[in-house]
C-alpha cells in the first residue's frame, strides 16, 4: 500500500512538471511576442482576403490589397454559364470596402475581404443575360460575392443551373419524317434495335459504332444511310456540332436535297456528331412502313435553331452520242437515261428570343448531272442535226438557251455506254462495209491535202 502511494505522488509531481514546461513554452513565446511586437503590425499567418499581411502595418497591408485588386479587374472574367449560352459580368459591378476590410481584421487571422453585390443587382445581372430564367437570387447573389472576394485571377465560370428553382423537364425538340418512294430492305429489323439511341453530354457520337455495337453493320449501305440521314435531319436544328458526313454520287429517292447522311462500312463512311451540352439526348426512331420518323428529345436549348436552304441550282444533264454499225438508217437506241444535278447549301440560324444572332454554313452538297446516252446509226452522223429536243448541257437551265447539243462519239455497239470514251469517227474500212460512199466523207481524189 505504501509502495503504491510513493508512486502516484511521483506521477503527479511528473505531470504537473510536464504541464508548467508545455505552458510556459507556449504562453511564453505569445506573451514575448506580445511584448516586443510593433504597434500597429499584424502578426504572422494573418490574411486579408487572398492576401498575406503578416509583419505589414495597415497601409502597407491596404497597398497590397488594392494592387491585388488592380491586377484581379485586368486579369480576371467572371461568366455566367447556362446551357449553350455564357455571359460575363462587368467587374466594376462588384463594390469592394478594401479600408473597412483592413481596419477591421482580426490579428493573426484569416479576415474575408468586403466585397458586395446586392440581391437586386444580381437579380437583375440574371434576368438581363439570362431572360425568362426563375432563379434561387439569393443563393446565387452569394456565389458571386464569394467568388469576387477571393480575388481569384483568371477566368470564373459560374453554371445558373445551380440556381435554377425547377429544372426543365425532357421533351422532343426537332425531329425529321422521311418518305422512301420504295423502302429499303431490312428497316424494320434496324428501326427494332435502334429505336432509342442514348447521346451522352459533352461526347461524341459515332454512327457506325453504334452499328458495330448493335451487331447491324451487316445490313445493306442503303437501309443504314436511310435511317443515318432521318438522324442528320433530326439533329441540324440544334447545337450539335457535325464532325463527319457524307452524300452520294446521286440523291437518294429517300431523302430530301441537302439531308443525306451516306453510310458505308467499306468507304468507312460515317455519320459523326458531338453534344457539347450538360444535359444527355435520346433519339428516338420509328417506322410504320411508310415513313421514318426520327424525334431527338431531351432539355429545351436555350437558343432557337432554324435551318435554311439556299443557293439551290438545277443542272440538266448532258446527251452523249454514240455512234453503232448495227443500226441502221435513222435507228437510234437509249442506253442510259441520264438525271438532273443539284446544288444546295444548308445554313444553320441562331435566334434569341427571336432576335438574330448569327448563322453558320453547315454545308454546301453538289450532285453531279448523270448524261443522257443514246446509240445512233452511222448515217445518222453525216446528217445535219435536225433533233432540238436534245440540245441539253451541264449547265443550269437559264444557260441552256442558245447551246447546241454536245455530241460525242464511239465506235461501239449497242452494249458500249462508256460515256468517257474519245471521240472518233468511223474508219473508211467501216463505211466501205456498209456500200456507202466516202466521197464526201473524205474530199475529192485530186484535192491537195491541207
Avoid at 481596419?103 to 425568362?132: R, V, Y
Avoid at 483568371?154 to 425532357?170: A, H, M, P, R
Wanted: charged content about 25%; hydrophobic content about 35%.
Amino acid at each position: 500500500m505504501k509502495k503504491n502511494n510513493q508512486a502516484i505522488k511521483l506521477f503527479v509531481v511528473l505531470l504537473l512538471c510536464t504541464a508548467y514546461i508545455f505552458a510556459f513554452s507556449h504562453f511564453g513565446a505569445l506573451a514575448f511576442e506580445k511584448y516586443n511586437k510593433q504597434p500597429g503590425v499584424f502578426s504572422p499567418g494573418t490574411e486579408i482576403g487572398p492576401v498575406s499581411v503578416g509583419g505589414k502595418n495597415q497601409n502597407e497591408a491596404l497597398a497590397l490589397i488594392n494592387q491585388q485588386y488592380s491586377d484581379w479587374l485586368k486579369t480576371t472574367k467572371i461568366i455566367i454559364h447556362y446551357k449553350e449560352k455564357e455571359a460575363a459580368i462587368d467587374l466594376n459591378q462588384f463594390q469592394f470596402n478594401l479600408e473597412d476590410s483592413v481596419s477591421t481584421a482580426k490579428d493573426g487571422l484569416h479576415n474575408p475581404l468586403m466585397a458586395g453585390l446586392g440581391k437586386d443587382q444580381a437579380e437583375e445581372i440574371a434576368a438581363l443575360k439570362f431572360p425568362g430564367i426563375d432563379i434561387n437570387v439569393d443563393a446565387f447573389t452569394k456565389k458571386l460575392n464569394i467568388v469576387a472576394s477571393s480575388l481569384s485571377e483568371g477566368e470564373n465560370v459560374i453554371n445558373l443551373k445551380e440556381f435554377i428553382k425547377n429544372s426543365d423537364e425532357s421533351s422532343s425538340i426537332c425531329e425529321s419524317v422521311l418518305t422512301p418512294k420504295t423502302a429499303p430492305d431490312e428497316v424494320e429489323r434496324a428501326v427494332g434495335q435502334l429505336a432509342k439511341i442514348q447521346v451522352h453530354a459533352n461526347s461524341t457520337f459515332s454512327f457506325n459504332e453504334l452499328l458495330k455495337k448493335e451487331k447491324l453493320n451487316n445490313l445493306s449501305g442503303n437501309t443504314l444511310s436511310f435511317i443515318a440521314s432521318g438522324i442528320y435531319k433530326a439533329i441540324l436544328p440544334t447545337n450539335f456540332s457535325i464532325i463527319e458526313r457524307n452524300i452520294g454520287r446521286e440523291l437518294p429517292d429517300y431523302t430530301e436535297l441537302g439531308y443525306e447522311a451516306k453510310i458505308d462500312f467499306a468507304q468507312k463512311d460515317d455519320l459523326v456528331f458531338s453534344n457539347p451540352n450538360e444535359s444527355d439526348f435520346n433519339i428516338e426512331i420509328s417506322w410504320d412502313g411508310k415513313q421514318l420518323k426520327t424525334s431527338l428529345v431531351g432539355q429545351k436549348l436555350f437558343y432557337e435553331y432554324k435551318i435554311t436552304e439556299t443557293d439551290k441550282q438545277q443542272f440538266m444533264p448532258k446527251t452523249v452520242l454514240q455512234y453503232s454499225p448495227l443500226l441502221a438508217g435513222n435507228q437510234k437506241k437509249v442506253l442510259k437515261e441520264g438525271s438532273e444535278g443539284y446544288l444546295i447549301r444548308i445554313t444553320r440560324e441562331i435566334y434569341e428570343n427571336a432576335n438574330f444572332k448569327k448563322s453558320v454554313l453547315l454545308s454546301e452538297d453538289y450532285y453531279a448531272p448523270v448524261p443522257k446516252i443514246t446509240v445512233r446509226a452511222i448515217l445518222a452522223a453525216v446528217e445535219p442535226a435536225t433533233d432540238t429536243s436534245q440540245q441539253v448541257t451541264g449547265e443550269t437551265v437559264a444557260d441552256q438557251k442558245n447551246k447546241n447539243e454536245d455530241m460525242v462519239g464511239t465506235n461501239a455497239g449497242p452494249g458500249n455506254s462508256d460515256p468517257q470514251s474519245n471521240t472518233k469517227m468511223p474508219s473508211n474500212q467501216q463505211k466501205s462495209s456498209q456500200g456507202e460512199s466516202t466521197e464526201n466523207l473524205w474530199g475529192k481524189p485530186n484535192e491537195e491535202p491541207k
